[in-house]
């Protein structure tokens, strides 16, 4: 049986937020992030294409010559009123209780388990196309999509590492989304 939808996961490319170690405005990329995707990302022909909202996802995806659609569904982790914050300035237990708990949100933002439901919604809409689409957006909704394509639990999130600018593929063959490569 062949595959009906090939989808093509970018993650976008370096930021000074991943560089310094904080939580992400809606910065673009930094120098480094505009290198890592001209030089390190080569795409298949798409027949469709979606990027997340922020400027970096966007850029991103305008450097690979893409025209997205934007899609809310591809945004980042809501990460509340943590955002900006480098990650030492974060109350400890708060950032110890987020990073065990999966349906813990103590920024007030999104928590892992809201963020793989969107992501499934997301997925499911998706799974009824055809052909190959590429969506850029960022490391934690890649995550999510894995977790969401192998059925894992959302407490495997933080033990996926998901790079800047690498590429993640995923296959929907008539019932299931399978994971190819990432």
Request: hydrophobic fraction near 45%; charge should be negative; proline fraction near 6%.
């Amino acid at each position: 049986m062949s595959e009906v939808v090939r989808l093509t996961l970018v993650s976008h490319g370096m930021t000074e937020a991943m560089s310094a170690g904080r939580f992400p405005t809606d910065e673009p990329l930094n120098a480094l992030g505009i290198r890592q995707v001209e030089s390190g990302i080569d795409l298949d022909a798409a027949d469709s294409a979606a990027c997340g909202p922020e400027k970096r996802a966007r850029q991103t995806a305008e450097l690979l010559g893409l025209q997205p659609r934007t899609e809310p569904d591809l945004a980042d982790l809501d990460h509340g009123r943590w955002r900006g914050d480098h990650l030492g300035r974060v109350d400890p237990a708060e950032l110890a209780l987020w990073l065990t708990d999966a349906g813990a949100a103590p920024h007030g933002g999104e928590s892992v388990v809201d963020l793989m439901v969107r992501v499934r919604r997301w997925l499911d809409a998706v799974s009824v196309q055809r052909g190959r689409i590429v969506a850029v957006t960022h490391p934690a909704v890649i995550r999510a999509a894995v977790l969401v394509t192998l059925d894992a639990p959302p407490k495997s999130f933080w033990r996926i590492d998901i790079g800047p600018a690498s590429v993640s593929v995923l296959h929907f063959r008539g019932h299931a989304w399978t994971l190819r490569v990432t």
